[in-house]
């Protein structure tokens, strides 16, 4: 509950820099990780399995937003304009969007979760998943989504004009910092 409230209070600053290079996808990003965040305090919360694998479902609204979303801030900001000229930026979306439809149909085909159960977790019960191959499928595509605009951020920090470099070393420090 504290990471959602920190990131929807974040949103209140980024939403009054919308005209800032990768504010959009940076306000986007706040919120969806809000909203990933409350969605897991509610799975944590509940006390039964249905309820558990419905506030998961509901965290993948946030989960697939995150890794898009970081990867279109760090080229915004590192303005990378022609890729979205190109509209190259859209499929960045579809395995996100395909990842968020099994998740919603698991029930049929079991390829983001398997074994689906609960396991004590010391006065409460918490959600015991076995993942499937599109589990890791989504994994693998938020990794190399995220490690590219880490990368694009770096490189941007490294070619920053003198008066950006500052700031650029404080993202790359805090996209560090999140890695570790």
Same mark, same amino acid.
């Given at each position: ?9 974040? *949103? ?86 395909? *990842?968020?439809?099994?998740?919603? *149909? ?71 910092? *999140?890695?570790?």
């Amino acid at each position: 509950i504290i990471a959602g409230l920190i990131s929807l209070l974040n *949103t209140l600053v980024v939403a009054q820099r919308r005209g800032v290079a990768g504010s959009l996808p940076l306000l986007g990003m706040l919120i969806a990780l809000s909203g990933w965040s409350f969605g897991y305090a509610f799975e944590l919360a509940s006390g039964s399995l249905a309820w558990q694998i419905f506030w998961g479902k509901m965290e993948y609204v946030g989960i697939i937003c995150v890794p898009p979303l970081f990867l279109m801030f760090a080229l915004q900001y590192a303005q990378y304009r022609q890729l979205f000229k190109r509209r190259i930026i859209y499929w960045v979306w579809l395995i996100p969007v395909i *990842t968020l439809v099994l998740v919603w *149909t698991n029930e049929f085909h079991d390829l983001i979760w398997r074994n689906i159960g609960q396991k004590d977790g010391g006065g409460f019960y918490l959600l015991s998943l076995d993942h499937g191959i599109a589990f890791w499928v989504w994994t693998a595509y938020s990794y190399i989504c995220l490690i590219s605009g880490s990368i694009v951020l770096i490189r941007r920090a490294i070619s920053s004009p003198p008066e950006l470099k500052p700031q650029s070393y404080i993202l790359v420090f805090g996209v560090g910092v *999140t890695w570790i």
